[in-house]
């Protein structure tokens, strides 16, 4: 049952809430002795509510769409900031020369892996050549005119300065000279001994580059990921203040020289390693040659 009085006293009624109860004390101040059926407070406590949650709800939705908008801002901001080529330009002066000297050293390795790559294959290439006309061919004149066309060939090369030395010896035990008598097969080793050190010297010519391009470019791109974070924290101290914005410039600067760096090891590296290997098997077919060359001279020229 309801009372046909301001208070409403059972509970059954749809409006009875804590709403209701701060209502009905306001009421009974403001018009004291005013008599409210229960249905009207009830409208009004429902439309009261009603306004309250219309306005929590177009307050939420204001808000969201202001942190939407807020992070697209950011995002845009953020976007924007990771272009390497700004960052590169906009870069502190010694970043800057750091992110230069690694640019300059990777592509000098690619120019040397590229030359060695190509100078190499056609080495190999042109000593299996060589090999097979060696083994087929039985007069040695015939085999220095194939090496005359074979210059790549470290192995070609080695067999011409056995070939010439060993004619010097030959000219000189005919013309009866004391270099004929004393040079014998010793002077043959020592010619293809120079010969072969010297087409090693030619097969290692630029590869000690690459290796330290592979050992000191992490190091070089190191130093310039140092200097980047320094320069953030001074613009921290100088901007009184850590935001995003401040700090941001400085770490991806730095964090651009180490990747750089990086870049310029990772290849320099593996190729050097790559090109050792192949070095040293043709290395192995030259000392292996030089041992058949000088069983041949041995048994056909000094018996």
Do not use: C
């Not at 300059?104 to 120019?111: K, M, Q, T, V």
């Not at 066309?149 to 070609?156: C, F, H």
């Amino acid at each position: 049952m309801t009372s046909g009085f301001v208070g409403i006293d059972t509970p059954q009624t749809p409006g009875y809430n804590a709403g209701s109860m701060a209502l009905r004390g306001l009421l009974r101040k403001a018009f004291p002795g005013i008599r409210m059926d229960s249905a009207l407070l009830v409208s009004l406590v429902a439309g009261a509510g009603a306004d309250l949650q219309a306005q929590d709800a177009a307050a939420a939705t204001g808000a969201v769409e202001a942190a939407a908008g807020a992070a697209a801002g950011v995002a845009a901001k953020a976007g924007e900031g990771l272009d390497i080529v700004e960052l590169i330009s906009q870069s502190s002066g010694v970043v800057l020369a750091v992110l230069l000297l690694l640019v300059a050293f990777s592509l000098i390795s690619w120019y040397i892996i590229g030359y060695k790559a190509y100078y190499l294959r056609k080495a190999q290439a042109e000593s299996i050549e060589f090999l097979e006309s060696f083994w087929q061919s039985k007069r040695l004149d015939a085999i220095y005119q194939v090496s005359e066309n074979l210059r790549r060939s470290p192995i070609s090369q080695v067999f011409r300065a056995g070939y010439v030395e060993l004619s010097k010896l030959k000219s000189g035990q005919e013309e009866g000279t004391l270099v004929g008598q004393l040079g014998g097969l010793e002077n043959v080793d020592r010619a293809l001994r120079r010969a072969q050190t010297s087409e090693i010297t030619q097969l290692e010519s630029m590869v000690p580059f690459l290796a330290t391009t592979g050992s000191t470019a992490p190091f070089i791109g190191l130093f310039g990921t140092v200097w980047g974070i320094m320069n953030a924290f001074i613009n921290i101290g100088a901007s009184e203040s850590a935001t995003l914005a401040t700090v941001a410039p400085g770490i991806a600067e730095a964090l651009i020289a180490t990747a750089i760096g990086l870049v310029a090891a990772i290849p320099a590296v593996m190729a050097f390693n790559y090109f050792n290997t192949r070095i040293r098997v043709l290395a192995a077919e030259m000392e292996s040659f030089s041992n058949d060359f000088l069983n041949i001279v041995k048994r056909h020229f000094f018996k």
